[in-house]
Structures are given as structure tokens and as C-alpha cells.
């Protein structure tokens, strides 16, 4: 296990913290959750039947001693989850809404997480992301000031570590999307141990092309600017440019960004999920996440070709956001 999973273990151990898993009867999600429980990281909440969980994880040789398991069925707080939910709804889901939709059971994960029973979630193994993050939308919701969520990847191959975003969320985000995302990923490279350098990446370098998408990503980098002026940060860059020192020399030499950028916003969806697939599968780098940034509390969603070792490193990742906030 690389460094950096090393110091997320010792972060998150001995700190009580729980972490809920809404697809309880998944075998990867099994497997994950017994190592977490036995190594006495972290406390999972498997959500599901409580004979039918139990009984697939002696099947596969897990214990689930130190877990704990709900079923939304018995649960002896529902009803208290229900009237929370009703509440935090203002109006847009009645009792029946709220009794039908917390039988899901990552309504009712978020809702757990939302009531201080749980400290983050983790989900997305047989769910699609607008399952996992629709009901974190609507219950947890973003953090005074962000207006949206994003997805960011952490890039690891031996010592190096990048933070690329967005690569999960937002389709088309405008400047002050954009911007945002900036800012929210260099507190997220922070949570690393990465002293964030931001990238505004885009096909044009300080002006070498004029069009309304490079506007977009000037625009982006003032907004950046306003919301944190201390933040190591430039663009519009093509990507060797923001990578490459020599490349910078000559093509942004009054820079404060000479080729040593470790956090890349990328300028749509497109890029970004292009982006770091290349690197992942051409440049052998492990790609760790999507891990969703900008909600009051850690909610992440695992890709659905996720393994053991994904949800493993995921739910640390969760439990030490949980943390910091």
C-alpha cells in the first residue's frame, strides 16, 4: 500500500469513526468492510437484511464482528429518520414520500449520515452516481458558499500525487464553476499532504488562442482569485505547459506556475474524464476516487467495475474528509 493510504490509516485509526456502506450484500463491499472492521480502523454500517448480510459474509469468510448492520425495515429510529427527512425536505416530500424513500437504502444511508449516526458513505459499487449522489444532494447538501459539488481524482504512481478535477460531475461548468472547483480541490490536495499548485488547463496558453471556451477559464482563474487570494494559482494552460518546466519557461516565463502544477482543473467533464483515464491506463497511475468535494459531509461514490481494494481506500478517503470536517 503506497504512502499515502499508509498515513490515511493512521489519521483515521482510533478516532471512533463510522462509515456506512448502503450495499450491504455486495461481495467487494463485504470483503472491505470485514478488513476495515478487523484492522479496527473504522466501524462499517452495512446496510440490508441482517440474516441475508450475515449469511453471504460467512459464505465468504468475512466477520462482521466489529460492523454493525441496519435494516431500514426494523430500524428502531425510522420514524425519527422520517419526520428529520420530512423537515429537511421544507415542504417537497410528504410522511409517505419520506417513509417510502428511506426504505432505499441510500436514502437511508445519507439520512444516517445526517443524523450524526454515521460520519461519512460510501456507495456506488451497483448503483450508478446520480443514486449515490442525488439523495446527498437533497439531504446533506453543499457547504455554505459552494454552490455545486464536484468529483476530483487523486493520481498516485510511488512518491507522486495529483489532484485532477472535475472528472466525475459537472458536464459544462462556467467560470464560476470553475473557480469554485479550483478552490475546493486545493483544500482537498491539502487533506493529501499536497501543498496545492492549480492548473486552469485549456487548448491555449496566456491568450495563444482567443474563443469563448479560453475566456471561460480566464474568467474562472479571476473568480479563483477573489475566493482565495492566497492560493497558488494560474492559467489558462495547456497542459505541458503547467507540467513541463522547460515548456513553461517558454511559453509562461513570468508564471508563478513554472511546470510544478499538482492540482489540474480541467475545463469540462469531457477533458477530465478523458484526461485521467489516459493517465491511468497510459502512465500506470493509480487513479483513487471519484471523491465528491463541496457537501457539508463526506459522501463518495465508487465506479461500478470498483474491486475490494477500491472500496478499501475509498472508505479511508471518506473517514479522513470526515475529519477535516
Same mark, same amino acid.
Given at each position: 500500500?503506497?504512502?499515502?493510504?499508509?498515513?490515511?490509516?493512521?489519521?483515521?485509526?482510533?478516532?471512533?469513526?463510522?462509515?456506512?456502506?448502503?450495499?450491504?450484500?455486495?461481495?467487494?463491499?463485504?470483503?472491505?468492510?470485514?478488513?476495515?472492521?478487523?484492522?479496527?480502523?473504522?466501524?462499517?454500517?452495512?446496510?440490508?437484511?441482517?440474516?441475508?448480510?450475515?449469511?453471504?459474509?460467512?459464505?465468504?469468510?468475512?466477520?462482521?464482528?466489529?460492523?454493525?448492520?441496519?435494516?431500514?425495515?426494523?430500524?428502531?429510529?425510522? #420514524?425519527?429518520? *422520517? +419526520?428529520?427527512?420530512?423537515?429537511?425536505? =421544507? !415542504?417537497? @416530500?410528504?410522511?409517505?414520500?419520506?417513509? &417510502?424513500?428511506?426504505?432505499?437504502?441510500?436514502?437511508?444511508?445519507?439520512?444516517?449520515?445526517?443524523?450524526?449516526?454515521?460520519?461519512?458513505?460510501?456507495?456506488?459499487?451497483?448503483?450508478?452516481?446520480?443514486?449515490?449522489?442525488?439523495?446527498?444532494?437533497?439531504?446533506?447538501?453543499?457547504?455554505?458558499?459552494?454552490?455545486?459539488?464536484?468529483?476530483?481524482?487523486?493520481?498516485?504512481?510511488?512518491?507522486?500525487?495529483?489532484?485532477?478535477?472535475?472528472?466525475?460531475?459537472?458536464?459544462?461548468?462556467?467560470?464560476?464553476?470553475?473557480?469554485?472547483?479550483?478552490?475546493?480541490?486545493?483544500?482537498?490536495?491539502?487533506?493529501?499532504?499536497? #501543498?496545492?499548485? *492549480? +492548473?486552469?488547463?485549456?487548448?491555449?496558453? =496566456? !491568450?495563444? @488562442?482567443?474563443?469563448?471556451?479560453?475566456? &471561460?477559464?480566464?474568467?474562472?482563474?479571476?473568480?479563483?482569485?477573489?475566493?482565495?487570494?492566497?492560493?497558488?494559482?494560474?492559467?489558462?494552460?495547456?497542459?505541458?505547459?503547467?507540467?513541463?518546466?522547460?515548456?513553461?519557461?517558454?511559453?509562461?516565463?513570468?508564471?508563478?506556475?513554472?511546470?510544478?502544477?499538482?492540482?489540474?482543473?480541467?475545463?469540462?467533464?469531457?477533458?477530465?474524464?478523458?484526461?485521467?483515464?489516459?493517465?491511468?491506463?497510459?502512465?500506470?497511475?493509480?487513479?483513487?476516487?471519484?471523491?465528491?468535494?463541496?457537501?457539508?459531509?463526506?459522501?463518495?461514490?465508487?465506479?461500478?467495475?470498483?474491486?475490494?481494494?477500491?472500496?478499501?481506500?475509498? +472508505?479511508?478517503?471518506?473517514?479522513?474528509?470526515?475529519?477535516?470536517?
Amino acid at each position: 500500500m503506497s504512502d499515502l493510504f499508509t498515513g490515511l490509516k493512521e489519521k483515521v485509526k482510533g478516532q471512533n469513526l463510522k462509515i456506512v456502506f448502503p450495499e450491504g450484500l455486495d461481495e467487494r463491499i463485504l470483503k472491505a468492510a470485514g478488513r476495515l472492521a478487523e484492522e479496527n480502523i473504522l466501524t462499517p454500517i452495512l446496510i440490508g437484511d441482517l440474516e441475508e448480510v450475515q449469511t453471504k459474509a460467512e459464505n465468504l469468510g468475512v466477520s462482521l464482528q466489529n460492523a454493525e448492520i441496519y435494516d431500514p425495515k426494523s430500524y428502531a429510529q425510522f #420514524d425519527a429518520l *422520517v +419526520a428529520s427527512f420530512v423537515e429537511r425536505r =421544507k !415542504g417537497k @416530500a410528504t410522511e409517505e414520500d419520506a417513509r &417510502k424513500a428511506l426504505l432505499d437504502e441510500n436514502y437511508f444511508g445519507t439520512m444516517l449520515v445526517y443524523a450524526n449516526q454515521a460520519d461519512g458513505l460510501v456507495s456506488g459499487a451497483i448503483h450508478s452516481t446520480a443514486d449515490t449522489v442525488r439523495p446527498a444532494l437533497q439531504i446533506i447538501k453543499t457547504k455554505e458558499g459552494v454552490k455545486k459539488t464536484s468529483g476530483v481524482f487523486i493520481m498516485v504512481r510511488e512518491d507522486e500525487k495529483y489532484v485532477f478535477a472535475d472528472c466525475a460531475i459537472n458536464i459544462n461548468p462556467d467560470s464560476l464553476d470553475l473557480a469554485e472547483i479550483a478552490v475546493e480541490s486545493a483544500k482537498t490536495a491539502r487533506m493529501f499532504d499536497i #501543498d496545492p499548485r *492549480v +492548473a486552469m488547463l485549456s487548448f491555449s496558453t =496566456k !491568450g495563444s @488562442a482567443k474563443s469563448p471556451e479560453t475566456e &471561460k477559464v480566464e474568467g474562472a482563474l479571476a473568480e479563483a482569485k477573489l475566493k482565495d487570494p492566497l492560493l497558488v494559482i494560474d492559467g489558462e494552460f495547456q497542459f505541458d505547459a503547467a507540467f513541463v518546466p522547460s515548456v513553461a519557461k517558454q511559453k509562461a516565463p513570468d508564471s508563478p506556475i513554472q511546470g510544478d502544477a499538482n492540482v489540474f482543473v480541467f475545463p469540462s467533464l469531457e477533458a477530465g474524464n478523458i484526461g485521467y483515464k489516459i493517465a491511468q491506463r497510459l502512465g500506470n497511475f493509480e487513479a483513487v476516487g471519484p471523491i465528491l468535494q463541496g457537501l457539508n459531509r463526506p459522501v463518495n461514490d465508487l465506479s461500478r467495475g470498483c474491486n475490494e481494494e477500491d472500496v478499501y481506500k475509498l +472508505a479511508l478517503i471518506t473517514a479522513a474528509q470526515s475529519i477535516s470536517h
